[in-house]
């Protein structure tokens, strides 16, 4: 089993939808978790850090649930410029960092 | 601006000889780190680095070597490369550990 396991996808939602990512880790050590999107195997950019308190940005939530071990991203609202694979990743203090092997979204008009 | 430089873009070698992937930051980051991706594996962690001297393995380690002799530059050598080893290679930087990270623009390497 994978320590990051995230949907499988392709997601694939009009224009407009509401659009929901999983990721969870089986590693208890893991203590700092972030989102990334990468854009037709371009590097990869920050998207969003996660918290247990939750983080929103803009049409972006992102939330940490550590006693299931999961965490979610939420796209409201979805822009065409939306599409891209999303990454999740959890990192323990020791300095290992370890991604899922990311969900691509496809949003159409 | 926060900067991640990898060299080369793109490189293609044989099997057996030896090469090295730069990869230089510009950020004063303490923490820094090498990922390979291939189709449907997503990134996989190789080495990384939480500061100057200090490198440990990441899950796939093996045929690779790092250094981090100063804190701006961290290499990824390849003593004696092999065909499996073909795959988009990302380095990234951080603050410390549980920060984001800046990538680079990868290098894909083809060993044939």
């Known amino acids: 089993r994978k320590e990051v396991e995230q949907d499988p996808g392709p997601f694939n939602v009009p224009e407009g939808a509401t659009v929901a990512f999983n990721c969870t880790y089986s590693?208890?050590?893991?203590?700092?978790f972030f989102w990334y999107r990468q854009d037709c195997r371009k590097e990869p950019k920050l998207l969003m850090s996660?918290?247990?308190s939750g983080n929103e940005d803009g049409r972006f939530t992102a939330q940490l649930n550590r006693a299931s071990q999961y965490i979610s991203l939420l796209i409201r609202d979805s822009k065409l410029s939306d599409s891209a694979t999303y990454l999740c990743?959890?990192?323990?203090?020791?300095?290992?960092?370890?991604f899922g092997d990311g969900t691509t979204l496809t949003v159409k008009p | 601006e926060a900067q991640v430089t990898q060299n080369p873009r793109y490189l293609i070698t044989v099997t057996g000889k030896k090469l090295t992937v730069t990869c230089s930051q510009n950020?004063?980051?303490?923490?820094m780190s090498w990922y390979r991706q291939d189709p449907g594996l997503g990134l996989r962690q190789i080495y990384y680095?939480?500061?100057?001297?200090?490198?440990d393995k990441g899950d796939v380690p093996e045929g690779y070597k790092v250094s981090r002799k100063e804190k701006r530059n961290f290499p990824l050598i390849l003593e004696s490369p092999s065909p499996n080893q073909t795959s988009l290679y990302f380095c990234?930087?951080?603050?410390?550990?549980?920060?984001?990270?800046?990538f680079g623009n990868g290098t894909r390497l083809t060993v044939t």
């Open positions: 990743v959890a990192n323990t203090n020791a300095g290992k960092s370890t």
């Open positions: 680095s939480m500061n100057v001297e200090v490198t």
């Open positions: 590693n208890s050590a893991s203590q700092s």
């Open positions: 990234a930087g951080g603050q410390a550990w549980d920060s984001p990270l800046h």
């Open positions: 996660v918290y247990s």
């Open positions: 950020m004063n980051h303490e923490y």
